[in-house]
């Protein structure tokens, strides 16, 4: 079973991961690590810490001459910055009273995560909350990618909104624009539609406010069978969701056509079963995202996360001081307005990891070798089938 | 730890589910199980089946003298009809070869269960992808249910649009509503929105079609500081996704203001936090929908699900027989054409037991009574915050 | 990945498992569950309800013309004199009220289990402590030999000592003595040992005294490759050992040569390495049990119980009346003074269970056919290696 | 929840763990860790590896200011010596060719991590089943110490034998004799007993031999209920026994008086209960360890684990070639001849993450305070029965 353990302030040392159940020898190239995590401090909208501070990823454990040992990877993302930070974020007892931060800021999980935990100073609670630990969870998908490339798995992400600028992409194979989606500001297929993305983006910085949109993550090359329908908690659609859901600031997920799709009645939802001696079974719509009652089905997964306008603005919402209980205004912390392509980023990664999970229950395998050829085996048969 | 594994087959003895980790000495009454069972059986668009079978539960274990023991609770809904299904369905060895079903049905979890558990009878697909399976987890929850009651906890749940019908609901309270809800054949609010959704379903039935379509469920008095930003596992927006993506046909989820809310710029749409001594924090608009940073917030709880219409149509789709690789046209099944506010009720009660685990990890305790004195310590510890 | 919960009270409806994670095509034969379950009711020193009740497993779900499905498999074990209880074990509301029990027997959970769950009725307690809940952990484990057989791995339980009769057992292949331990009503191998022990259970059964021992469970034909030393919690070992003192009496466990093995110096103790194109790797010795670094290695696994006597005496013990406080001689509740070989048949099983979810673990797939062809092309490798 | 992974090679960066699920505002003290550290690397019997690193942890994340913040917490070890190590254990694909172990050494998982991982070098293998892998979870049991001492629950562990020389302790209160063990390079109270250990220790040296022995790890203070009887896998002797017997070398595991106990008739066997006004319910003995039915009841937790002799002598065992298939001479690799007061310190660890991990789950609550609350409302409901 893989599984991972993150943790990590925003201004403490660093952030780390420990990934446990990667099968050995599978050869892991930190450049690509280290080229998701540039893609995730890009995109227009980004504040000044992102042109700053370029994440690096360090392997502790589990990597040895190049590949996998079969035993659990250690990746460590440090915050070069954190030497400006040790009177704040000192591990040990610190010798100066720290200045408080006492009044939550709305949208945030300042007061929530100060209420829960039973802390006198936000600042313990904005340093976990910080979309800066999705940095290692990128850096964790970006090695489970490396897996399924072994298998053929391809993913992608890009932009389908900002605010409320919108576009609908038709064409069925999203892998020929990659291009494309990897030099655009914003992760957006159509040139156009990009720049009244960006003239959107720059009217909110104008006003000191925030946007936030909608992104679309693509795998391709999944086999069927993936996930399953026997208990509620294996369905791979639900597994995604939680995914999904757990990145910063997204509020709504969806799985191939989602909301739009079901106004259709049946008679127009529903992807009709073909098949050829070449292909097998197929489809020629793909309105279920590939998944179907829980389990892949072969065609692309495909599924939309929306995430809301980052909370911190320059024009700030009400709040209250918690020790005074005075109405306040809410502190500016950091000036990105728009995070919608970095989320799409770490939702890529998000969704490698989920997949590569079901590739290893699937086809079990200690070494990656063995568990290759599981998957053939069953690639076989599904070709007999 | 609050857990449970359900089974059951769709046409075979019945469906079960063990439920462990319940702290002793809750009150559960059985009529409130199978009032929420009658519930999830009713609705306009239901088909024959729904009428002629009456679930009821049967409690096997965990409960004595009307009182939950600490131990595991079993919970049973026998298939009524399962006397004429025993030589289909049957357990043993069958004494006559079985007319295999050989032709999947678009929409359906037929093919790809076919493929992935090597069954040459879809027949052993179709019996557990079935929505039937939902009764055991409504009945599930309405146990958690049970528990979230001691604490003042609600949760109610209602259909905001079938096909292209749609509308939406702005009262702050929507459980003064609780009536119109529960006696609308489509568990609507508004009855002029509920007559054009029968329309539309009597218009889909006259074609052979079926339809999809939207709920809410709401959760009220959930205290502040459920789930968790600590760890991306713990998020409780995360797990509520999962719980509900994972419902049959359900295919975006949405928390709070969802996909409307996130065209706003970040000016108008964080929820600004409001201080009394009366209320303690608290915030005059709900766009966050209860959650913030994966945390409730102490607001009501609200999650979307969008329901594709039901694949199982009499206007067939197109599919390909697996032994002959013939074309064909998919077979009928069953005559529900709309299953939506069914799909809300069984959404209702796995809302339900995700808070219930919660408010288990949250408060720990083996009774009841040892649970509520340390929920009432932290609710004494919040007035003071 | 396989998992399972189980549920039930000693005097209530029944005992009741549902299993998840099976592949599907495995035949079940309930004979054979049935079988390992008389085995568990029989056994020289076992009381009266053991001659009254035959124990039979059901199945409900999960299994459908002799083969499972792939979907959660129930199975229940109905107590047959529960007729008789129905106006002290009811689930709802109890019309009469109960007399309580409120003293403590030393030994069992009584105290500790009315602590804990806040129970004025210790009744509520003795119903999950007591033993009869091992009866559904066989019959799981007799579900999950039926999956190892088809692998060719055995499984066998002996018994090694009763109060302070013992032997050693040496031949290397105990699966040779399978008829004269089944035929034994100690499970005894040594019949010179068998009547000893016989002696001992009569003796203290005349003072009104129990005695506990030792058995053993031998499982062969497990491949080189489960478990991990990889990480800590997967230890075929820890996991094994977890499994046999998780059963009621058990307070001690060894693996291999165990206590005995460890006074030796280093150079008696290790299993040295051989080499024979026809064997592949092999040992002449298994000091180890069959498991090097938490992995099993290809020779049998032997793990052994030790069991402490029964604590329900007809000589009884000190108490307290936990109404009154007063000091009180604890009550006896049944006559078996000795339960040895019946706990080592549910240790087969569960050993069974564990080494069957390592199975599933390693070699992944849906269907045993699946399971079956990555199990081949691992064994093929292990031959090349 | 309270979890952790960890990872690490022997010969690598360092050892790193995350450990998820601790309440906020718990005070950390390094020192006690590293003291800790320091007992593990200690011990007659210990080679030359010890003697020349000095382990200390750093903190990495989720403790700010002295105090966890309830996020998660990493630990790192760093191995001093990597910087001789780097063409050998590079992470990064290495210039010149290794130089591959080929020769598994008996009793270590060197053969059977090489087959189940496929790896031709069983470097690859050492690195990971090395008990260098326990240094980090002393360090997370020294974590878990800091918690449980709010508390006041104390843990402490002494050897009761190496090789044949044993003792067998029987006051009743092993705390008074801590500094006699924290001052024994054998953690061995009798000082005449430790005298025949260092003898036999020396002996076996002498001779190129190693041996092994057994420890005891006693938790006082833990209150009455944790762990369950209500299913198996939370019952806490089992969670115990997994525990250590994943712990490197251990081949046993005893619960309170164990295997010796065991002989006794059930009239010897079982503590009275006994009850006054100010200790509320006792006991004069306990033969039981302080755990019945799997749950805690209040006297002092005993478990006992026993060590095989380290494998790697300098008297070699015979072995085989991986790649030749000749028969061969296992390498010696380091000097450790005895290793039992090591992993008595490591034990006591292990069980103390358990306790601390049981503790969480009973009393829940998010930070120390809200949890130290609802451990008060328990223990006063416990003076009430």
């Known amino acids: 079973m893989l599984r991972y353990l993150c943790a ?23 450049n690509r690590i280290n080229e998701d995590l540039k893609k995730r401090q890009q995109g227009y909208g980004r504040g000044n810490r992102m042109k ?32 400006n930070w040790t009177n704040v974020m000192g591990i040990e ?20 995560g100060a209420l829960k935990y039973n802390h006198k100073d936000i600042r313990n609670v904005i340093e976990r909350t910080s979309a800066r ?3 290692i969870r990128t850096a964790v998908g970006s090695i489970a990618k490396q897996l399924l490339s072994k298998f053929n798995i391809q993913i992608i992400s890009h932009v389908l909104s900002i605010g409320e600028v919108k576009y609908k992409f038709t064409d ?10 990897e030099e655009s500001c914003l992760r957006c297929i159509d040139t156009n539609v990009e720049k009244e993305m960006i003239d959107e983006i720059n009217e909110a910085k104008r006003k000191g406010d925030s946007l936030g949109g909608s992104f679309e993550v693509i795998v391709k090359g999944v086999p069927v069978g993936l996930g399953s329908y026997s208990h509620f908690d294996r369905k791979l659609d639900g597994t995604l969701a939680q995914g999904i859901m757990s990145l910063q ?40 995202g590939g998944i179907e009652a829980g389990v892949s089905n072969g065609e692309n997964i495909i599924i939309k996360g929306h995430m809301k306008p980052i909370p911190t603005l320059t024009q700030p919402l009400k709040t209250v001081n918690m020790f005074t209980k005075e109405e306040k205004e809410a502190v500016v912390e950091r000036s990105d307005n728009c995070a919608v392509p970095s989320a799409s980023i770490v939702a890529e990664g998000i969704c490698a990891f989920i997949i590569a999970k079901e590739m290893v229950d699937k086809f079990g395998g200690d070494s990656i070798e063995e568990m290759m050829l599981n998957y053939k085996s069953y690639m076989n048969y599904l070709r007999e089938r």
């Open 8 to 30: 990590g302030e925003s201004h403490g040392k660093g952030l780390v991961a420990i990934v446990e159940g990667m099968p050995s020898n599978i050869p892991i190239d930190i």
């Open 52 to 83: 700053i501070e370029k994440d690096k990823v360090e392997i502790i454990t589990g990597v040895r001459d190049g590949k996998t040992l079969g035993t659990p990877l250690t990746i460590v993302i440090k915050n070069i910055d954190y030497k």
């Open 93 to 112: 007892k610190l010798e100066n009273q720290q200045k408080k931060i006492l009044e939550p800021r709305p949208g945030h999980g300042d007061l929530v």
């Open 133 to 135: 630990e999705t940095a």
């Open 172 to 181: 069925k194979d999203i892998f020929k624009f990659k291009n494309l989606i």
């Open 249 to 288: 600031g997204i509020k709504a997920v969806e799985i191939g056509e989602g909301i739009d799709g079901i106004t259709n009645p049946g008679s127009k939802f529903h992807d009709e079963i073909q098949y050829s001696i070449e292909k097998g079974y197929y489809r020629n719509t793909n309105m279920a």
